[in-house]
């Protein structure tokens, strides 16, 4: 590929919180070698080719730390475990990588699979088979007991399809970490905790501190990243103290889990976008709503906002993530929704929300794909925007908007057709939603009262 000049009239490199004028990008061999004024700029030569980005606003590709490529939109637990083998998910996360890339997502953190899905699916991009998105790939989630990801009951116990691998022992927990390595993992994740509470409300940590600084200690000794998913308290704390890389959640966070984050360097990403979806969005007849999910996670909301406004404020970095892969958040949907949420709900500025989407978050990439800014030595990875976002950064959830991604310097058009869900995520067998007794027929007219005598 031949040197590439970029000329911008405007461009956000995601290490500042203003914009540029006037500039220049040179590429070669996929990586930015000049970033900087026109005046200064390489002059191109005979053969070499030129892009110029006319009004567009042109910053870094942005990165979610919390997609769930594999999980085809799911309705249910069941419909991500039970109902498709991993060879489909694999594929089916292929399809939906295009969906991603074209809402200007260009690097993707996948948190938790089964067995070797995401790890294909990377591979399969990486190897030139198919085009796609930059992917962090994991597997399965290290659940215990009392881990959000120990969905099914201890007679069905998990079987390795399932995406939580329960690892009750130390030893469990060590071999697992290793045999995810060994499969070529870029980070790990750990349930620190789910649904399990104290007669005080409080939520029960799934591991003890001891079992996560010894967890977290063998995966950075692997050379593996680490997320958790942690919503209380003492899940938060133990995993900022053993010094993870990114905790998702962390909504009933005290101020000892700030100090310990800020002390360790761990980075938070709220997550926020499928639970505001959830509660903004699912219908009154949803099992959702109708069994108090998204009502506690009104609650949530309101009490993890308060907290994660005292971690901004105190410094902590923030990342990015929307939870990507249910049916409240199917991909390339609502990425880039939680830049708003940081915005209007967090304090955060537009620029400071598009440098967690960008430079922050792609910290979470493995070492060998240095993106998320446009800087000399990084992946050429860029897009072209419609508006500028630092006026408004809820644009970016326009997809109209993203009017070019490039990888590497390259332009790629990802494809987006549509697809029929019953045929490729809707696989649950519910048939009904309702009990359907003599009384409920009768208010609904189907049935008379009385029968006549």
């Known amino acids: 590929m ?29 990586l930015f070698t000049y970033v900087g004024p026109r005046e200064g700029a390489p002059q191109p030569q005979p053969g070499e080719a030129r892009l110029d980005t006319g009004e567009h606003f042109v910053m870094p590709g942005l990165v979610d730390v919390h997609t769930h490529l594999v999980f085809g939109n799911a309705k249910s637990e069941e419909d991500i475990d039970l109902h498709v083998s991993p060879e489909f998910r694999a594929l089916r996360g292929l399809f939906f990588t295009q969906h991603v890339l074209a809402a200007g997502y260009t690097s993707v953190v996948v948190p938790g699979d089964a067995g070797q899905c995401s790890i294909a699916v990377r591979n399969a991009i990486n190897g030139g088979l198919f085009s796609g998105p930059r992917i962090a790939a994991s597997s399965n989630v290290i659940a215990n007991r009392q881990s959000l990801n120990d969905w099914f009951p201890s007679w069905v116990g998990t079987p390795d399809y399932f995406t939580g691998r329960l690892c009750a022992t130390r030893e469990e927990q060590i071999g697992e970490i290793r045999r995810q390595a060994k499969d070529g993992v870029d980070l790990i994740k750990i349930a620190m905790d789910g649904t399990h509470l104290r007669p005080n409300g409080e939520h029960i940590a799934a591991f003890t501190q001891d079992e996560t600084y010894a967890m977290v200690e063998e995966i950075h000794r692997l050379g593996k990243r680490v997320a958790v998913h942690a919503y209380g308290r003492e899940a938060v704390l133990y995993a900022a103290k ?35 979806n959830n509660v903004e969005f699912a219908e009154a007849y949803e099992p959702s709503t109708r069994c108090g999910y998204a009502a506690m996670q009104r609650r949530v909301i309101d009490a993890g906002c308060r907290n994660l406004r005292r971690a901004r404020e105190a410094g902590v970095p923030f990342m990015t993530g929307s939870d990507s892969g249910f049916a409240i958040t199917p991909y390339g949907e609502w990425h880039a929704r939680e830049l708003e949420i940081l915005v209007d709900w967090l304090g955060f500025t537009p620029a400071q929300a598009l440098r967690a989407a960008t430079s922050v978050s792609a910290r979470m990439m493995p070492a060998t794909q240095p993106v998320g800014a446009l800087e000399v030595g990084r ?57 359907h007794t003599r009384q409920r027929a009768i208010e609904m007219g189907k049935r008379p009262a009385r029968q006549p005598v």
């Open 242 to 276: 053993a010094g993870v890389d990114v905790i998702f959640h962390g909504f009933f966070m005290d101020d000892a889990c700030i100090e310990a984050m800020l002390e360790s360097g761990s980075h938070l990403a709220p997550t926020l976008t499928m639970l505001a």
């Open 379 to 435: 992946r050429a990875d860029f897009i072209l925007v419609d508006g500028s976002p630092l006026a408004n950064v809820s644009i970016l959830q326009e997809r109209e908007r993203i009017r070019g991604v490039y990888l590497g310097g390259r332009r790629v058009d990802a494809q987006v057709p549509g697809y029929d869900p019953f045929k490729v995520s809707d696989f649950n067998t519910l048939k009904w939603s309702e009990l």
């Open 2 to 30: 031949p040197r590439l000049h970029v000329h911008c009239k405007t461009l956000f490199t995601g290490l500042e919180d203003h914009a540029r004028h006037d500039q220049v990008l040179t590429i070669d061999d996929g």
